[in-house]
C-alpha cells in the first residue's frame, strides 16, 4: 500500500460561520492547518485566547493536584466514552472553577505546611545531639572576662585536643555533651585571654562552631517546643489531605472539562492563523486527497458560503505524510513507526515488512504452546479493553504473532518446554532418521541447530535481495533507470550469483558451481566496470570499481545478522525445559509440594513468554531497520498533524 496522497487546500468562508467551521474542522480531525496570520490581532480575540490559557492552566493544575489522592482504579476500568456533545454538557453543568479555587487555596496551606515541618525536623535533627546541653540558651555567650566556643570536632581529634587545651591552664573547662560514630559535641569557657591559642588549637583540629536559636530555656525544653509545632503543621497536612480527597471525588469531571478546554484552546490557536478581511477568512493546509469531498459534504450542511481549491506546493516544501493501510495490514504500522515516517517520495515499508517479521518473530519464540497462550491473551485483551490506536495496532500484532507462532512452534516441535519423553505416545512419531518427534514436528531445533541456521540465513538472504529490489523500483519509477540497473541490478545479479554458488555446494553438483564461479566473475566484472562511472578519469573509476566489491562484505554480514532468531528460538526451549525440570523436582516436596509445582510451572513460563516475546519483537524489528530497511528506505518525513479533538482522558465517540 502506497502512503496516501496529501494535497494542499485553500479554504475560503464567510467570517459569519467560522466558528461552525472550525468545529466542523476539528470534529473532522483530517487537516493539518499551517497558514500563518498573527498581525493586527484584535483585543477581544487575544483576550479571549488568554483567559481560555488561564482556564486549561488551571483545570490542568487542579488534575495534577488531585490525581494523587483519587480512589484507584481497577484494572479492567476503562476510561469513560463521550461524544462531543456530552462533553460540553458536562462543562455547563459542572462548577470546576470553585473547585480550582478550592485547591489553589488548599494547595497553599498544604506546601507552607509541607515546607514548615521539614524545616522543623532539619532543626530538630540539628538540635537533638545537644538535648542534654544543662546551659540555658540564653546563657550561651560570652561575659566581660569569659568566652566559649560550642561545636563539634573530628571524634578521633577530641582527646588530643582536650589534652592541648588543659596544658593552657586551669582556669577553663572542656565538657563533651554528645558522641556518634565520627563526631564529639562539646563545649570549652576559657578566660578571654587564652582566646587566640584556644581558637588555634581547635581550627586546627577541625573544629566547626554552632549557632543555636535565640530563646529561653535549655534545648531540650526548646525541642519540645518545636515538637509541638510539628504536631500542628502534621494536622494541618493531614487536614487539608482529607479535603484534597474530598475534592478528588469529582476528577474525573475535571479531566473531562480539562478536555474540552484543551480542544477550545487549540481552536482558538488555530484561529490566529486565519487570514481575515471584513467578511470573509480563508485557511491553507494539508489534507489527505480521499477526504476532502467528505470536507466538502459537510461545509455544504453549514453554509454555501465557501470555496475549497487544491494549491500546489511551493518550491522547496514537502508534503506531510499520511501512512494508510488496509485493516488488516495496518497492526504491522507498531513497527514500521518504530524506525520513524517514510518521506513523501518514499514508500511504506510497512506491506513489505509483515511477512518477514511476523516469521522473525514466530523463529525467535518457536513455541507452539506460547503461541496458543499469546492469542488468548490478546484476543481477550482486544474483546475487554477499550485501547488507543497505538496500543490497538500493537496488541493485534501480538495476536498475529500468537498465530504464526503456533504453526511455527508445531513445526519445530515446542510445546512449553516439554520433551517427546514427557508426552503420551499417541502424541509423538518415530520420523525416517528414527528421531522420535511430536506430531506435525519436521525439524528439532536443539538436536539440529544447524538446519535452523541456515533456514535463517536463506530467509535474510530473501530479504536482503527483496530490499534492493524494492529500491530497483522506486529508482524506475523516479525514471532513474540507469541507477536501478548499473547499482541495484548489479548487486542483485552479484547476490543472485552467491545464492547459485550456495545451491551448487549443497547439491555437490560441480556443473552448477561451476556455473556460479563464471556467473560471479562476470558480476565482478560488471560491478568494477560501472560503480565508479562518476569519478574522472579511468584510473579513479577503476580503483573505485573495484573497492566498491567490498560492499559485499556488508551484505555478508548482514545475512549473518540472522543468526540471532536461531539464538532466540534455542533460548526459549531450553528456558522452558528448564522451568519444567525445576517443577519436578518441587513437585517431590511433601505436603506443599503440588502447589509450589504449580506455581513454579506457571509463573515460570508466564516469565519465559514475557521475556522472549520482548526479545522477539525487539530483534525481528532490528532485522527490518538495520538489514532490510536500509536497503530502500532513508526516512525522516514529517507525518501530517491534523487540527482535531485529541484526548487524553477520555475515549471520544465523534460520528461528525
Not at 571524634?155 to 555533651?177: N, Y
Not at 519436578?584 to 509440594?593: A, E, R, S, T
Request: aromatic share 12%; proline share 4%; charged share 25%.
Amino acid at each position: 500500500m502506497a502512503l496516501a496522497k496529501v494535497s494542499k487546500i485553500e479554504l475560503i468562508a464567510s467570517e459569519k460561520y467560522k466558528e461552525k467551521i472550525l468545529e466542523l474542522l476539528q470534529n473532522a480531525g483530517t487537516v493539518e492547518i499551517t497558514s500563518q496570520k498573527e498581525d493586527n490581532e484584535e483585543f477581544d480575540r487575544i483576550k479571549k485566547l488568554q483567559e481560555t490559557e488561564l482556564i486549561t492552566a488551571n483545570l490542568e493544575f487542579a488534575v495534577n493536584t488531585l490525581s494523587p489522592y483519587a480512589k484507584k482504579k481497577g484494572l479492567f476500568t476503562q476510561p469513560e466514552t463521550l461524544s462531543p456533545q456530552e462533553v460540553k454538557e458536562k462543562v455547563t453543568e459542572f462548577d470546576f472553577d470553585s473547585i480550582i479555587e478550592k485547591c489553589k487555596k488548599l494547595e497553599e496551606q498544604f506546601t507552607k505546611a509541607k515546607n514548615k515541618k521539614v524545616s522543623l525536623e532539619d532543626e530538630l535533627s540539628l538540635l537533638s545531639p545537644w538535648k542534654t546541653l544543662e546551659i540555658g540558651l540564653q546563657n550561651i555567650d560570652s561575659t566581660e572576662k569569659t568566652a566559649l566556643f560550642i561545636g563539634t570536632i573530628p571524634l578521633p581529634s577530641l582527646q588530643p585536643c582536650k589534652e592541648k587545651i588543659e596544658k593552657l591552664g586551669d582556669l577553663l573547662f572542656m565538657e563533651t555533651v554528645h558522641k556518634d560514630e565520627k563526631t564529639a559535641y562539646f563545649y570549652v569557657v576559657f578566660e578571654k585571654e587564652k582566646e587566640k591559642e584556644i581558637l588555634k588549637i581547635l581550627t586546627e583540629n577541625k573544629f566547626q562552631a554552632v549557632e543555636f536559636p535565640q530563646a529561653n530555656g535549655t534545648i531540650k525544653d526548646y525541642c519540645e517546643s518545636l515538637r509541638t509545632e510539628l504536631t500542628e503543621q502534621e494536622k494541618i497536612i493531614s487536614s487539608c489531605e482529607e479535603e484534597f480527597t474530598k475534592l478528588a471525588k469529582d476528577l474525573d469531571e475535571l479531566k473531562i472539562i480539562f478536555e474540552y478546554y484543551c480542544w477550545e484552546l487549540e481552536k482558538l490557536q488555530t484561529e490566529r492563523q486565519l487570514e481575515k478581511t471584513r467578511y470573509s477568512f480563508s485557511l491553507i493546509g494539508w489534507v489527505p486527497e480521499k477526504n476532502i469531498p467528505h470536507i466538502q459534504e459537510k461545509l455544504q450542511e453549514v453554509t454555501k458560503e465557501w470555496h475549497l481549491r487544491e494549491l500546489q506546493p511551493e518550491k522547496g516544501e514537502t508534503p506531510p505524510v499520511v501512512i494508510q493501510n488496509q485493516n488488516f495490514m495496518s497492526p504491522f504500522e507498531a513497527v514500521s513507526r518504530l524506525y520513524g515516517i517514510p518521506k513523501a517520495n518514499e514508500i511504506d515499508p510497512t506491506p513489505f515488512l509483515a511477512t518477514f517479521f511476523i516469521v522473525f518473530f514466530a523463529l525467535a519464540l518457536t513455541d507452539a504452546g506460547y503461541g496458543i497462550m499469546m492469542f488468548i491473551m490478546m484476543a481477550l485483551v482486544l474483546k475487554f479493553f477499550k485501547l488507543g490506536e497505538g496500543i490497538k495496532r500493537l496488541v493485534r500484532l501480538l495476536m498475529y504473532g500468537g498465530v504464526v507462532t503456533f504453526i511455527m512452534g508445531t513445526f519445530f516441535g515446542g510445546w512449553w518446554g516439554f520433551t517427546v519423553e514427557q508426552v503420551p505416545a499417541w502424541l509423538t512419531y518415530t520420523n525416517e532418521a528414527g528421531e522420535q518427534m511430536f506430531l506435525l514436528q519436521k525439524i528439532n531445533p536443539v538436536t539440529s541447530p544447524l538446519t535452523v541456521l541456515i533456514l535463517a540465513f536463506i530467509l535474510g538472504y530473501i530479504q536482503i535481495l527483496f530490499g534492493i529490489g524494492i529500491k530497483m523500483v522506486q529508482n524506475i519509477k523516479a525514471g532513474d533507470k540507469k541507477e536501478a540497473i548499473l547499482d541495484n541490478g548489479t548487486w542483485i545479479f552479484m547476490l543472485l550469483g552467491w545464492g547459485v554458488l550456495a545451491v551448487g555446494a549443497a547439491m555437490e553438483s560441480a556443473a552448477v558451481s561451476e556455473l556460479a564461479k563464471w556467473w560471479l566473475i562476470l558480476a565482478a566484472v560488471l560491478l568494477v566496470a560501472t560503480q565508479g562511472r562518476d569519478k574522472k578519469g579511468p584510473v579513479l573509476k577503476l580503483l573505485s570499481g573495484v573497492v566498491s566489491l567490498y560492499g559485499l562484505v556488508g551484505y555478508m554480514s548482514d545475512v549473518l545478522s540472522y543468526s540471532r532468531l536461531l539464538a532466540l528460538g534455542l533460548a526459549t526451549t531450553i528456558i522452558g525445559m528448564t522451568v519444567n525440570i525445576l517443577t519436578d523436582l518441587v513437585g517431590g516436596l511433601p505436603f506443599i509440594g503440588w502447589l509450589l509445582m504449580i506455581l513454579m510451572f506457571v509463573v515460570g513460563h508466564f516469565a519465559n513468554i514475557l521475556i522472549n516475546t520482548f526479545g522477539a519483537f525487539i530483534h525481528a524489528s532490528r532485522l527490518q531497520f538495520v538489514e532490510f530497511f536500509t536497503k530502500f528506505l532513508e526516512g525522516g518525513g514529517r507525518e501530517l498533524k491534523p487540527f482535531s479533538k485529541k484526548t487524553k482522558y477520555i475515549f471520544l465517540n465523534n460520528n461528525s
